[in-house]
């Protein structure tokens, strides 16, 4: 029997399967928000006419609305989500569901596409 300090798995590898979903997920999600950012400075300015600086702006409310709610999330998550892989799951389904929007649906009220920019 080993003593209850030891470290008994030091030769131990990682899961191959859990660290590929991992990475994914991190390079998914910043593939998700860069493509975000650069189609909403896009919209603001070839469909909206806004000047760089304008949709510039646009885009930093847009990035503080997100951290805003990141920030929540993180407390809630801690709270409520008591498995790292039911939360991963999770995380990647809405965030699926969420980059629906971003497909073009031929909007061409402002308020609607800023409706869809602002999911």
Not at 10 to 23: K, Q, V
Not at 54 to 60: G, H, K, R, V
Request: proline share 3%; with cysteine; aromatic share 8%.
């Amino acid at each position: 029997s080993e003593p209850l300090g030891k470290n008994v798995a030091t030769d131990e590898r990682p899961p191959m399967i859990a660290t590929c979903a991992a990475l994914w997920d991190i390079c998914m999600s910043s593939a998700v928000i860069t493509t975000g950012e650069v189609y909403a400075v896009n919209v603001g300015q070839h469909y909206w006419g806004w000047s760089v600086f304008t949709s510039a702006l646009f885009l930093a409310a847009l990035m503080l609305c997100a951290s805003i709610s990141n920030l929540v999330m993180g407390r809630l998550t801690r709270r409520f989500v008591k498995s790292d892989r039911t939360g991963l799951l999770v995380g990647s389904v809405l965030g699926c569901a969420a980059c629906a929007p971003l497909f073009h649906f031929d909007l061409h009220a402002v308020s609607a596409q800023a409706a869809l920019l602002g999911v």
